[in-house]
């Protein structure tokens, strides 16, 4: 667009130089010339075309001296298309064919180099800007690699806290097991022995009331450090250690977004123990897929095998660890399928739990 707008306004200052020069109605002729020459080139952008057409225009002008004022708009083609050091000499050739009038002359040395200049300087901008969009593009593309990689570490620091909250939990659960139950454990073994050893009839309703009351103490414990400890498990970790500590090669995925309750991960984890010895102990696989997906309304677990041995029919009895397995399911009311074809599959669906209204 920029380069049309020097033609444009090039064309109108040789125009008027050579309507000063003379005015007769061969301008329009080469005018028309120059507007068909200059078109081809802007179409066809061919250096050598270029080069043809401005010599055959300029072998025609050679015959028609007006013709060469119009010269100076075909070089900003030729200087679209060579560098400088071939074309700083045609102003100077355009001065010495230009030979009407001193002031013709000078004007046409003047719209020749103008013509240049403008064209290489638009050039020079045209590099510039793509070798901006380059640098804008290459900042974009190392912002988005930035901003990826601090997500991955806001990502990493999260779970880095999170694991390090559950093994908190974990060392709370056990430190609380090894000292306060341990001694309320001591204190109740005292105190049965105190009962034992007692004469006095007033005694034994208060010491019966401390027994009951360190019973319920120790019952008290004994949940929270069963929920400590449940809270503590991260199911993703648990599974992803399990599966290391087999002999087969695993491929896990994990597609959990919410918190699932203590219940369902023993049972899966229970479960994904008891696949994995069933595997080992039954077939020939040596590759295990384990996939755990969350719905709104239920989880799916699936287990496979790429085992190739067909089941014996005792095999194909459910044995104790398979009916484990469909019981535990069956208590959390959900699905279960186990197939031995093509490999040993468990297909697993668990509801989740309703929550209960607020009243």
Do not use: W
């Amino acid at each position: 667009m920029l380069k049309l707008a020097i033609k444009i306004l090039i064309i109108l200052l040789v125009t008027a130089n050579a309507l000063a020069v003379i005015a007769t109605p061969t301008i329009i002729i080469f005018l028309l010339m120059l507007i068909t020459t200059s078109a081809l080139n802007q179409y066809y952008k061919l250096s050598k075309l270029t080069l043809i057409l401005t010599a055959s225009y300029t072998m025609v002008a050679l015959f028609y001296p007006l013709a060469l004022t119009f010269l100076p708009v075909l070089f900003v083609d030729v200087a679209t298309h060579f560098p400088p050091k071939y074309t700083f000499f045609l102003p100077l050739i355009l001065t010495s064919l230009t030979a009407i009038t001193q002031q013709a002359t000078f004007f046409g040395f003047l719209m020749g180099v103008t013509a240049l200049m403008l064209t290489y300087m638009l050039e020079r901008l045209a590099e510039f800007d793509i070798i901006n969009k380059e640098i804008r593009d290459l900042n974009a593309l190392q912002k988005k690699a930035l901003l990826t990689k601090n997500q991955q570490l806001y990502e990493g620091q999260t779970e880095a806290i999170y694991l390090t909250k559950l093994a908190e939990r974990n060392r709370i659960a056990r430190d609380i097991h090894d000292t306060i139950g341990h001694s309320l454990s001591r204190a109740l073994l005292q105190t049965g022995a105190l009962a034992a050893m007692n004469q006095n009839e007033a005694l034994k309703p208060a010491i019966a009331q401390l027994k009951a009351t360190l019973i319920e103490s120790m019952n008290a414990v004994r949940k929270g450090v069963h929920d400590l400890k449940d809270d503590s498990i991260d199911l993703q970790s648990a599974i992803a250690q399990i599966l290391a500590e087999s002999d087969f090669k695993t491929t896990f995925n994990y597609d959990v977004f919410g918190d699932v309750t203590h219940v369902v991960k023993n049972c899966l984890l229970a479960i994904l123990k008891e696949s994995l010895t069933n595997s080992k102990k039954h077939s020939d696989a040596t590759q295990i897929f384990v996939r755990i997906v969350e719905h709104p309304r239920m989880y799916q677990f699936l287990i496979v095998d790429n085992g190739t041995k067909k089941p014996t029919l005792a095999q194909n009895q459910v044995g104790i660890g398979l009916q484990n397995i469909k019981e535990r399911i069956s208590e959390l009311k959900g699905y279960c399928r186990i197939e031995h074809q093509d490999g040993f599959k468990i297909f697993i669906t668990i509801p989740k739990e309703k929550e209960l209204p607020t009243l």
